[in-house]
């Protein structure tokens, strides 16, 4: 790296060059003036010179770069913008009476969600509306059978409505900057996008509220392609089949057009743990837990892939070394001995299977 002289250096170097540095020599208060300005000036241009190297890099640019330059060039978009959460509400009352479209619904938490399209309550005394959270992101998320309470009545209809199967849910906050800069910078790493599986993977970061995706070539016969996503920041981060919808809907318009493709959750594998720790005190058992949790997501995946990202084929599952928990178990701070009982070998993971602490018995 060139390692550039620091203002002091540079005003000992012109008073050198200028000859005020050898022994007898007598210089002018006009030409030391001189000196301190070039050094000021020449200092500030490698300063700008710095700055104009570290903007050519997505991974050391500055916002204004990231955004104006280097999204547009290898996304061609901007960072993703919030989204609101949508999800099914039932409304009871009156047979015949109308729910207007853009009533107002609130939550305990007095978020506020507006019905999409008006309907009206149907023989069984009810009817199952879609709503939208009125402020994007995932604070709009809302589990299935809760309720939510109509901000102004409306005639023949109950005050309360019940939220249906599958929530509110697919809302998200709008993308951080470094969220997007380790975009680009993946996609600069994978190169032209070809249809490969990195590729895939990327363009199913595209989608709003998926942080993590694998692609599983060939895994339906030759010619098809899984995606495996995740919503991480979502209460519920293994997406809905809306959610997997939604990026299967930008898949068919983003990626290659050929071949079947399907857009899956990973299953959820549990990884069960039988453990004594010494000396076990709650904060070493604290430690020791947030060890394992980090250990077993750092490996897990629903798809094997290669040092640098790759999907393995023929496409295999993942196993977790039981060796590998031992020693997340060995550095956690506090622990001076253990004993882990289970898992009692490797954690071998069907393709698919998405490993996960489970529960812990301490004994």
């Known amino acids: 790296m060139y390692?550039?002289?620091?203002?002091?250096?540079?005003?000992?170097?012109i008073r050198r060059d200028l000859g005020a540095e050898y022994?007898?020599?007598?210089?002018?208060s006009d030409a030391d003036v001189f000196g301190r300005a070039l050094a000021g000036a020449v200092h500030g241009a490698y300063g700008y010179l710095q700055d104009r190297a570290r903007q050519i890099l997505p991974g050391s640019a500055d916002e204004s770069t990231l955004t104006s330059w280097h999204g547009p060039f290898y996304l061609l978009s901007q960072p993703l913008p919030p989204v609101p959460s949508r999800g099914l509400v039932r409304f009871t009352g009156n047979a015949g009476a109308p729910v207007p479209a853009g009533a107002i619904l609130q939550r305990d938490d007095q978020a506020e969600f507006a019905?999409?399209?008006?309907?009206i309550v149907g023989g069984g005394g009810y009817v199952d509306l879609e709503v939208q959270a009125v402020l994007a992101g995932y604070a709009g998320d809302t589990a299935a059978d809760a309720w939510l309470m109509l901000a102004a009545g409306a005639e023949g209809v109950d005050a309360q409505a019940r939220v249906q199967a599958g929530g509110i849910s697919g809302g998200a906050d709008a993308e951080s900057i470094e969220s997007y800069r380790q975009r680009i910078v993946d996609v600069r790493k994978a190169g032209a996008q070809t249809g490969r599986a990195v590729d895939w993977v990327n363009w199913a970061k595209e989608v709003p509220g998926v942080t993590r995706?694998?692609?599983?070539?060939?895994l339906m016969?030759?010619?098809?392609?899984?995606?495996?996503?995740?919503r991480d920041d979502d209460a519920q981060p293994y997406p809905a089949p809306a959610e997997c919808s939604a990026v299967l809907a930008h898949l068919e318009t983003t990626g290659t057009p050929w071949g079947e493709l399907a857009v899956v959750p990973p299953i959820q594998k549990p990884v069960n743990v039988t453990l004594r720790v010494s000396p076990d005190t709650p904060t070493v058992r604290a430690a020791v837990t947030a060890a394992l949790a980090a250990?077993?997501?750092?490996?897990?995946?629903?798809?094997?892939?290669?040092?640098?990202g790759r999907t393995v084929l023929p496409v295999s599952g993942v196993t977790i070394l039981r060796s590998h928990l031992?020693?997340?178990?060995?550095?956690?701070?506090?622990?001076?001995?253990?004993a882990l009982t289970l898992p009692a070998a490797d954690v071998v993971c069907a393709v698919g299977e998405l490993a996960e602490l489970g529960v812990i018995t301490w004994t």
């Open 213 to 218: 995706a694998w692609a599983a070539p060939k």
């Open 115 to 119: 019905v999409l399209a008006g309907g």
């Open 295 to 308: 250990a077993i997501a750092a490996e897990a995946a629903p798809v094997a892939s290669d040092s640098d």
């Open 326 to 338: 031992t020693e997340a178990i060995s550095a956690a701070p506090g622990e001076f001995d253990h």
């Open 221 to 230: 016969g030759v010619g098809s392609m899984v995606v495996y996503i995740m």
């Open 23 to 28: 022994p007898g020599a007598l210089l002018r």
């Open 3 to 13: 390692e550039i002289p620091t203002l002091s250096q540079l005003m000992a170097d």
